[in-house]
């Protein structure tokens, strides 16, 4: 069901937006969450961290073609905001043709580098095959993955977060199903969850095409629109990929963070793995925000409604700081049972309870940033949101997680305290720069 995010209610528009987003983040996270549990149940040790290996490589190129595909879901707001049907028809045209290259390219580089890469990420001797194997089968099926996202954005940018729901609920059941056909009947392990995957996002995506072409949709769409077209899709890869860019640079500095902990022990290593686990879950919400906060403004933008934008923003921060306020209290006073939902032992728990402290503080804070980023999304900001995100990444959370490791004694709690140092130091940019933009939009208009 489509919506029109440029009249009504913002409050209201907004929460009802975002609720499904969240409920499919969830969905999301429990999914690919599965697939370790019963992997963990009825295979070896080496396939459990084949699988942690692989699934976390193939969530990087996930994230960044989500990354990419937020440049089609921020140009189609933008051309139905401003009553434009046969236009964002094109630009869905255009889209389709730049992912399927896209789609190609990930399968060419990553059957042809699944060894490189799997070095890379020194892999345990035990696990190397199989974590070759994960990568292959997964990246047999890039495309269907490939599709899978891009059909979120484009049900984004029209105004309808019910739909990704349920490619992601369709998804969900499939892979879990497949799992404990082809992992734990059929004893196919690493490769069996990989099959599980490919094959539940496939069967999702053209069951969600099916649905689709039953639906009255908000722009005119043809097959004629399926062309190369050089111009619309530069437009979407330009907006996506600082978008893109900035995903795989904030990944790879949290992959950096957790090779100076690794330094630091086995226990330290552990906790700090727990605990990641559970922040994954703990931004669901500010996460959920920062998608519709984007295709929000994108509709607005196009319609000229700025005010809507603006109020969205705020009441977006809003809606999300009521939830990081009970998320930052569950996790600096209750991060032991949190922790205890994933480890056993009590020096693992007691080390992932001390990194979640500083989580806590960032959960106050990622309410306003990542609303704030999804606005500069929306508003097609997507270069300086990339800027921001690597001045944050590689200018603050690397080296303070660097000094704080290196301070005896060694606390974790001082450690994690790298993050919100970021999200303070970005939030002052985005800040400074939505200051800068207002002050600006007045003469724009006035050149109009």
């Known amino acids: 069901m489509t919506s029109d995010l440029t009249t009504g209610s913002v409050p209201k528009r907004l929460f009802r937006f975002a609720l499904p987003l969240l409920f499919a983040n969830v969905l999301q996270s429990l999914y690919q969450l599965v697939d370790m549990l019963v992997v963990g149940q009825f295979a070896t040790a080496a396939d459990v961290s084949a699988v942690s290996t692989g699934s976390w490589l193939m969530q990087l190129i ?3 073609v989500v990354g990419i595909a937020m440049g089609t879901t921020v140009l189609l707001g933008r051309r139905l905001g401003e ?13 389709i043709v730049l992912f399927t290259i896209i789609g190609v390219v990930i399968t060419f580089f990553m059957e042809l580098c699944a060894v490189p890469v799997a070095q890379i990420m020194r892999t345990p001797i035990e696990a190397f095959d199989a974590t070759v194997l994960y990568v292959r089968i997964c990246s047999a099926g890039s495309v269907f993955i490939v599709a899978y996202n891009v059909l979120g954005s484009i049900f984004r940018g029209i105004g309808d977060s019910r739909m990704p729901l349920v ?16 992992v734990g009947v059929f004893g196919m392990a690493t490769a069996g969850a990989a099959i599980a995957t490919v094959l539940a ?3 999702s995506v053209i069951i969600s095409v099916l649905i689709i072409r039953r639906q009255k949709l908000p722009f005119t769409f043809r097959r004629t629109d ?3 077209d050089r111009k619309r899709m530069g437009s979407v890869f330009r907006l996506g990929l600082p978008i893109a860019f900035q995903d795989l640079l904030v990944s790879i500095s949290f992959l950096a963070i957790t090779a100076i902990v690794n330094s630091l022990g086995v226990i330290p290593s552990a906790g700090v793995g727990v605990a990641e686990k559970l922040c994954g879950f703990i931004m669901l919400v500010p996460s959920a925000f920062n998608q519709s906060m984007s ?8 319609a000229g409604r700025m005010d809507r934008a603006k109020r969205a923003l705020l009441c977006g921060i809003g809606m999300s700081l ?13 991060g032991d049972l949190l922790a205890g939902l994933f480890a056993r032992d009590e020096a693992v728990i007691a080390a992932a309870a001390d990194y979640l402290k500083a989580y806590a503080i960032d959960c106050l804070l990622v309410s306003v940033m990542f609303c704030m980023i999804g606005y500069f999304n929306g508003c097609g900001k997507t270069l300086f949101v990339m800027l921001q995100g690597i001045a944050g990444a590689f200018g603050v959370r690397i080296p303070v997680s660097l000094i704080m490791s290196r301070i005896k004694p060694v606390s974790l709690f001082k450690v994690g305290l790298a993050t919100p140092c970021s999200s303070v130091v970005q939030i002052i940019l985005c800040v400074g720069y939505f200051l800068l933009l207002s002050r600006r939009k007045p003469k724009k208009e006035a050149e109009e």
């Open 62 to 64: 996930t994230s960044f």
């Open 83 to 95: 009553g434009k049907p046969e236009e964002a028809g094109k630009i869905i045209g255009a889209s």
């Open 167 to 182: 490619t992601v609920a369709i998804a969900c059941v499939f892979n879990i199903a497949g799992d404990f056909l082809l």
């Open 201 to 203: 996002q496939a069967l």
């Open 226 to 228: 399926i062309v190369f």
């Open 295 to 302: 295709a929000f403004v994108a509709q607005n933008m196009g």
């Open 322 to 334: 009521v939830v990081g306020v009970f998320m930052a209290w569950l996790s600096f006073f209750h």
